[in-house]
């Protein structure tokens, strides 16, 4: 499978993963739906309740045709891994991500959040990524932090930023 290579990382975690995203299509609206329903990733969104497919699709349908918001899937290897979301308003763009169980702790969020860095700060031309994370995701803090992210704002939620040409 090829990719943009502004969008290509080396995962540094264990087994050292390909990373790189493309952009999401029609076909990913299943797959997407189950990882955001996944335990772990209901507890660390802000959103915690299940949601239901018909409720998903329509939103998935709807941030595919939006021209402020980037969907991508995470490939690592090769193999879907996780989604990254950025929502573009100016020069800014918030994140989100969240990725398939078999690929947390193996070093993918940060290079994922490496690629999407690079098309953010590229072609998309912005001038600054920022995330919020629950105090108490400290997986997802970590992955921030590792692609180079610096809290803002330490009270719940935690507010991270990575600015174009710093860390």
């Not at 299509?25 to 949601?51: G, L």
């Not at 329509?58 to 090769?78: K, M, N, T, Y």
């Amino acid at each position: 499978m090829s990719a943009r290579p502004d969008s290509v990382s080396k995962a540094t975690g264990a087994g050292s993963a390909v990373v790189s995203l493309r952009p999401a299509v029609a076909d990913d609206c299943r797959q997407v739906w189950s990882w955001r329903n996944d335990e772990t990733t209901r507890a660390a969104s802000f959103d915690s309740a299940p949601i239901g497919f018909e409720t998903h699709r329509r939103w998935f349908d709807e941030s595919l045709q939006r021209p402020d918001r980037h969907l991508f899937i995470v490939l690592a290897d090769g193999y879907a891994a996780g989604v990254v979301r950025l929502d573009v308003a100016a020069t800014a763009g918030m994140v989100s991500i969240y990725l398939a169980l078999a690929w947390r702790g193996r070093g993918v969020g940060p290079s994922a959040l490496a690629a999407l860095e690079r098309i953010a700060f590229g072609p998309l031309g912005l001038e600054r990524m920022e995330a919020r994370v629950k105090a108490d995701n400290v997986a997802s803090l970590a992955a921030f932090r590792k692609a180079g992210f610096v809290a803002v704002a330490a009270k719940p939620p935690v507010s991270l930023v990575k600015v174009r040409g710093e860390g």
